[in-house]
């Protein structure tokens, strides 16, 4: 696979960090509470060495931090960063196209608000009136960071 990281598109940066397949479904992991990485390994049925590839590429790139749990035996856990917070949309995005595209069963798993006790869904809101749009209500311009090439 070649890289698109020279690409200006932050959804080619974000592919570069993000875009393997075993990386979200680590990430994914932590978000449900899996930090160590033998349960991480147990869960997905990954080798020993894509998933210490994987965690290293997340802890690089600022997705995870390495947290020491104990000390004898060197033990540690993968947690979230603020970055690899702000992944939560992204991941809730690709479930539920998974579950209207891909889950004939239904969905594996359901999103519930704490607050109110019922289902919770994605949307995109403006951030000036707070109006949720959808894809046909969006349209793009050049940015601050865009240049030709």
């Known amino acids: 696979r ?3 990281a020279h690409l200006n598109c932050s959804i080619a940066r974000t592919v570069e960090v993000v875009g393997e397949w075993w990386s979200l479904m680590i990430i994914r992991d932590v978000f449900l509470g899996l930090r160590r990485f033998d349960d991480i390994r147990d869960d997905l049925g990954i080798s020993r060495n894509v998933l210490s590839d994987r965690l290293s590429t997340l802890v690089a790139h600022g997705v995870l931090e390495k947290v020491r749990y104990s000390e004898h035996p060197e033990r540690f856990e993968y947690r979230l960063t603020e970055k690899g917070i702000d992944l939560q949309p ?12 891909e889950s004939p069963d239904g969905p ?3 999103l519930e608000h704490k607050g109110c ?7 995109l ?3 000036h009136c707070g109006e949720l ?3 046909r209500d969006v349209r793009t311009h050049a940015g601050p960071g865009w240049h030709a090439g």
């Open 125 to 127: 809101a403006c951030t």
């Open 108 to 110: 594996p798993l359901v």
């Open 90 to 101: 992204v991941l809730v995005a690709l479930l539920r196209w998974g579950d209207k595209w």
């Open 133 to 135: 749009i959808g894809p």
């Open 117 to 123: 006790g019922h289902d919770a869904a994605p949307g």
């Open 2 to 4: 070649s890289s698109v």
